[in-house]
């Protein structure tokens, strides 16, 4: 695949994917169109050698993999990870505000979310419903209104004459996005709302009631290649999104012999404690089914190598002082391996050394981020995973500009580039793992 089809690919993919429950619809698609059969958790597994499989978990999270033919004691498995959530604005459970002639709806913040950018965007609404079908029976839909349906309008400068020197953003205050007048305030519960609406574009039944959702707010302008040479994407979602399209995209091309994985996990922008999430039962539970010795499974996993894929901080020429000076990502210049002396990060030498050696013989230039030692670290599911399970693992991601906005910004180069070192790491011959001393 060259890089213009990989970029376009990947646009279409985020433009797709406005929630994660979307995303693993996205990926659950591609994947099954190439080959992967859908395993269902509570179902009996028949595992093939050579064979394809997926599974999901809550819609909103999904491990794939490649059932090798070698056994997975002498080569192990080779995983990506990567997380399906990004920072937004989540619906709450009972929204409606009327103010001033105008509906709102009350939101929380999701993730650690820039928040300043939320404002003067057009917005729509995607996500999750679980409702009665009117005789007796619960269902569950994917919803994407698609169209701009909201705004959170910015306060004039005459209101907030300081706003260019000091903006604080109140969320509980500040940010009910604004969806239509109704001065006579006449929807009073938004559920009813929306099955109208729904019931209207043959999505609901007109007898359906709304049981609960999990509704989130997003930027309807498209991702894009931007800059006067399109060497960069601009989009929403690019954390993590980016890294489950390319992680899947390389597992696409990964052959038969060695056993291979990608985890997308939900819910890492909040812990990762769930169900779904790294710092849950997912992926060991999916591993025991595959290696069912607790003892065989402890000695696969220490010929096993998982690369966590979450993009990294570039230097940004404005706020270059925000960064180590030997350790400012550049875009367009390489993946980089991220690095933290308290494993908000989980590389080390051994497996930083493996992956430096995958990217030499490709001839991929490699980048090092590391924090300025007076500012706090984020972290990945890489240090969970690796605790979870025990893997030796790797920390690495694209460079990224206004990381965690409602619209962030990576090089076209390195988003390809990320996919050719993945692509390699399925696809290498021999991954000798260095033995414990």
């Known amino acids: 695949m060259n890089k213009q089809r990989y970029n376009q690919q990947l646009l279409d993919f985020i433009y797709q994917s406005p929630t994660p429950f979307h995303a693993v619809r996205s990926m659950r698609e591609i994947l099954g169109s190439s080959g992967f059969i859908w395993l269902p958790e509570d179902a009996e597994w028949d595992i093939k050698p050579g064979g394809r499989y997926y599974t999901v978990r809550n819609g909103s999270s999904i491990i794939a993999f490649i059932a090798g033919h070698q056994p997975g004691i002498e080569t192990g498995v080779r995983m990506v990870g990567a997380h399906t959530d990004s920072p937004c604005l989540k619906v709450k459970p009972k929204p409606e505000l009327n103010r001033q002639g105008y509906f709102q709806l009350g939101v929380e913040v999701y993730g650690g979310a820039l928040l300043n950018p939320w404002f003067d965007r057009d917005l729509s609404i995607a996500g999750r419903l679980v409702f009665d079908d009117g005789e007796g029976l619960l269902d569950q839909i994917l919803v994407d209104l698609k169209r701009p349906v909201a705004v959170i309008p910015s306060l004039a400068i005459h209101l907030d004459r300081d706003a260019n020197n000091e903006r604080k953003v109140n969320p509980q205050t500040d940010i009910p996005p604004l969806l239509f007048i109704d001065p006579d305030k006449s929807v009073t519960d938004f559920r009813e709302f929306l099955v109208k609406e729904l019931f209207s574009s043959g999505d609901l039944p007109e007898k359906a009631r709304i049981l609960d959702y999990e509704l989130y707010f997003y930027d309807c302008q498209k991702p894009a290649m931007t800059g006067m040479h399109k060497e960069f994407i601009s989009g929403a979602r690019l954390d993590n999104l980016l890294s489950c399209f390319t992680g899947m995209q390389a597992l696409l091309e990964a052959g038969d012999q060695i056993s291979t994985m990608l985890v997308c996990n939900d819910h890492e922008e909040v812990g990762s404690i769930s169900a779904c999430g790294a710092n849950g039962p997912m992926l060991q539970s999916v591993l025991q089914r595959l290696y069912p010795d607790p003892a065989l499974l402890t000695r696969v996993m220490r010929r096993s190598l998982m690369v966590s894929a979450d993009n990294a901080h570039g230097i940004h020429p404005n706020f270059a002082d925000r960064h180590d000076n030997n350790h400012g990502p550049r875009l367009n210049e390489g993946p980089v391996i991220k690095i933290n002396a308290n494993q908000r990060y989980a590389t080390n ?68 580039n990320l996919y050719r070192a993945l692509k390699t790491f399925y696809n290498y011959p021999s991954m000798l793992m260095i033995q414990e001393a």
């Open 349 to 416: 030498s051994i497996s930083s050394a493996l992956f430096r050696h995958l990217c030499e013989k490709e001839k991929i230039a490699v980048q090092t981020f590391v924090n300025r030692t007076d500012l706090s670290c984020g972290s990945t599911i890489g240090p969970i995973t690796a605790a979870m399970v025990g893997v030796q693992t790797l920390d690495i991601g694209v460079p990224t500009f206004a990381m965690h906005s409602i619209r962030e910004m990576a090089g076209a180069d390195d988003a390809f």
